[in-house]
Nanobody, 121 residues
């Protein structure tokens, strides 16, 4: 499974971004998907996850209420809508695929290369 993120960029605090992740697999709908991020000098952390059908989601407390994860299984894509962005949201954002819904990065088998999000104050 190959995952390719897009949609990152530079945005002012308070702004919004929609990150996209395209999967190259014919079995995309069998995977639970997650978004993680890694800020400079920090460990990678969980952001959000969604189960195979889109019916269940998980969010990190740091983004709850500001982030929405959703997917389109017809297009083999998962998205992360981020609103009310803060400078502390600055990080490289990664999407990942897992066989079950989890916030633990060790549960994810496939990872994308990441997309940079920079939030200016």
């Amino acid at each position: 499974v190959q995952l390719v993120e897009s949609g990152g960029g530079l945005v002012q605090a308070g702004g919004s971004l929609r990150l996209s992740c395209a999967a190259s697999t014919q079995t995309f709908s069998s995977y639970d998907m997650g978004w993680f991020r890694q800020a400079p000098g920090k460990e990678r952390e969980f952001v959000a996850a969604i189960n195979w059908s889109g019916g269940r989601t998980l969010y990190a407390d740091s983004v709850k209420g500001r982030a929405t994860i959703f997917r389109d299984n017809r297009k083999d894509m998962v998205f992360l809508q981020m609103d009310s962005l803060k400078p502390e949201d600055t990080a490289v954002y990664y999407c990942a695929a897992a066989g079950f819904l989890t916030a633990d990065e060790n549960g994810y088998d496939y990872w994308g290369q990441g997309t940079q999000v920079t939030v200016s104050s």
